[in-house]
């Protein structure tokens, strides 16, 4: 009898860890896309942007119908983080490109996840901003430097338990900083 039940037990366990597996191994494979598109959407590669940005939608979409039946693992951490990642590349493609700023229904990905990405997304426009100073074309930067105000902004209504939020307040502190740190940049440059 109680062979019978951990044999249930084992089963349980084995499919649990298959799509465990699984599920992490493309979770894997969105944060690498997401990385190198964030890349490419810096050197301004955009048509390949895209394509890493749309092939991590579609190992997030297997991610979620894998562990469908696991909620406890699609909910255990490494997931948030891709939907993050994602979240974050797609969010900057949107912003560098002109475009509308996806929602989180947009993108498939829990509020959470999504917050985490718009707060990482100050810091890639920061980099962009740098970079058109570097050019020299500060006063085309002005208008980033307003996305990550209204970013900062939109992020401080979240005022919540870490457990709601997971780990927003830092990037809230460091949106901040960085904000900051890219006005006195701009000021700089445009005294030149």
């Excluded at 896309?33 to 092939?55: K, N, T, V, Y």
């Excluded at 929602?103 to 100050?122: F, K």
């Excluded at 058109?132 to 208008?143: K, Q, Y």
Aim: glycine share 8%; hydrophobic share 40%; charged share 30%.
């Amino acid at each position: 009898m109680l062979a019978d039940i951990a044999e249930k037990i084992q089963e349980t366990f084995d499919a649990k860890d298959a799509a465990r597996e699984e599920a992490y191994r493309r979770s894997r494979e969105v944060v690498r896309a997401c990385s190198a598109a964030i890349w490419g959407i810096h050197r301004g590669e955009f048509d390949e942007a895209r394509a890493l940005i749309e092939s991590a939608a579609r190992s997030l979409d297997e991610i979620k119908r894998t562990l469908a039946p696991h909620l406890d693992i699609y909910f255990g951490g490494f997931v948030e983080h891709a939907q993050q990642e994602y979240a974050e590349a797609s969010i900057v493609y949107s912003v560098i490109r002109g475009e509308n700023i996806p929602s989180p229904e947009d993108l498939g990905v829990e509020y959470a996840a999504y917050l985490g990405g718009l707060g990482d997304t100050v810091g890639e426009l920061r980099r962009h901003a740098l970079d058109l100073i570097r050019e020299g074309h500060a006063d085309d930067a002005f208008p980033f430097l307003d996305v990550m105000d209204e970013i900062y902004y939109t992020l401080m209504r979240f005022d919540y338990p870490d457990a709601i939020t997971r780990g927003l307040r830092g990037k809230v502190d460091a949106a901040r900083s960085l904000i900051e740190r890219t006005r006195g940049d701009l000021v700089a440059a445009a005294r030149r």
